[in-house]
């Protein structure tokens, strides 16, 4: 059996390394976040709050923006609040685009995930960890995405009530929009689909099996929920290619994504549906 070296994480502090080395990685290597096909905007842009944004990216395919705060060590209270007011500064300057709240740090702390369930869906936001491995080949620089925006929670639950297409209409009529849409076009591929609403999701179904979840966000987008099976690695190459947003889980994925992306493009809820199926099925 081939041996496979040990690495080992070490400080980028004691690396010789500091946050503007850090910073200076993100900024000419957008892409290696994880976060699809980004191009830099600025870096140390001032705000109106008097502070410095680290970095601001965004998709050229839907000119989605990322307001990213750079930290070494663990997230901290001042940061994670700095992150969040960076984006709502820029989000304000820039009211019709879909944005995003990026904190990169060494070490992501229980305490970020308390803030973010406080906050309750009310921020996108993405926690990326920054590690520098030390291996037999010398120090590579790796990113890792451990929260990548807020969810909302699942159905555990449907409550009392009656859930349907007019309960939908006054919760999110661009969710609703969305699933009908995709629904239309799944269930020409798939005769016996169904359209199903309830109190948190719409779900598109197949002989019982769940194909894809639509859940409320907020802002302009929706977030998708659907298993992947064993096609994980299709799945991700093509969000990736479609510049799409998503959280890969062992059995599914969540897709966030821009509802005007999703109603231009509809096909590719289709396409990702095929995948799910074909993957039911084999």
């Not at 009908?180 to 076009?185: E, H, N, P, S, Y």
């Not at 359209?195 to 099996?209: D, H, M, P, V």
């Not at 947003?245 to 994504?257: D, E, G, N």
Request: glycine share 8%.
């Amino acid at each position: 059996m081939e041996t496979i070296p040990i690495s080992e994480t070490v400080e980028i502090k004691d690396a010789g390394l500091d946050e503007s080395w850090l910073q200076q990685q993100v900024w000419e290597n957008p892409n290696r976040l994880g976060l699809g096909d980004l191009e830099g905007v600025t870096k140390e842009k001032a705000v109106s709050s008097g502070g410095k944004l680290d970095i601001l990216l965004k998709n050229p395919n839907d000119d989605s923006m990322y307001e990213v705060e750079i930290m070494l060590g663990e997230t901290d209270p001042g940061h994670i609040i700095r992150t969040i007011e960076y984006w709502d500064l820029v989000k304000r300057r820039w009211p019709q685009r879909q944005h995003y709240a990026v904190l990169i740090a060494e070490r992501i702390t229980k305490r970020f995930f308390n803030v973010i369930q406080i906050l309750s869906g009310s921020v996108p936001i993405i926690a990326i960890q920054a590690n520098v491995i030390k291996g037999p080949g010398g120090l590579s620089l790796h990113f890792t995405k451990i929260l990548d925006v807020y969810e909302e929670q699942e159905d555990e639950t449907e409550g009392d009530g009656t859930y349907d297409e007019k309960y939908w209409e006054e919760r999110s009529l661009q969710t609703l929009a969305i699933a009908k849409k995709a629904f239309q076009l799944i269930h020409e591929e798939y005769q016996d689909t169904s359209l199903g609403f309830n109190k948190y999701s719409i779900t598109i179904t197949k002989g019982g099996y769940n194909l894809v979840s639509f859940h409320k966000r907020s802002g302009e987008s929706v977030l998708l929920n659907m298993r992947h099976g064993g096609k994980m690695q299709d799945f991700q190459e093509y969000l990736d290619s479609a510049g799409i947003i998503y959280t890969m889980k062992p059995k599914s994925v969540k897709i966030v994504a821009l509802c005007k992306k999703l109603e231009d493009e509809t096909n590719i809820i289709l396409d990702l549906v095929k995948m799910n199926y074909e993957w039911w099925v084999s």
